[in-house]
Nanobody
Framework: QVQLVESGGGLVQAGGSLRLSCAAS????????MGWFRRAPGKEREFVAA????????AYADSVKGRFTISRENAKNTVYLQMISLKPEDTAVYYC?????????????????WGQGTQVTVSS
């Protein structure tokens, strides 16, 4: 059974940093895209960042470009999201996902497995 477990969320002041991790188990996902999405209170789930199977190609939402960095360690079946210069509008539940494609994927419908999410709260 495939499982994705996110960790690293928490409460941080504006301007602070957090590093999210997502560990996958149940099979090897070295050949597949991994991504991060978020859902803020009262809003739809939105794309944050994605990374291709090799880690060489990434994609970001405009709202996080230059502040967030996605990376992966295939040997550990893990994807990371390093977040700096956090803003109150980054407050959301962050979800990781895996999609059966090699390239970064921006649309949630393209992903096959999802984690349960980790809360990130940025205070002003």
């Amino acid at each position: 059974q495939v499982q994705l477990v996110e960790s690293g969320g928490g409460l941080v002041q504006a301007g602070g940093s957090l590093r999210l991790s997502c560990a996958a188990s149940g099979r090897t996902f070295n050949s597949y895209a991994m991504g991060w999405f978020r859902r803020a209170p009262g809003k739809e789930r939105e794309f944050v960042a994605a990374i291709g199977w090799s880690g060489g190609i990434t994609a970001y939402a405009d709202s996080v470009k230059g502040r967030f960095t996605i990376s992966r360690e295939n040997a550990k079946n893990t994807v990371y999201l390093q977040m700096i210069s956090l803003k109150p509008e980054d407050t959301a539940v962050y979800y990781c996902a895996i999609g059966y494609r090699a390239e970064p994927l921006r649309h949630s419908s393209e992903y096959n497995y999802w984690g349960q999410g980790t809360q990130v709260t940025v205070s002003s």
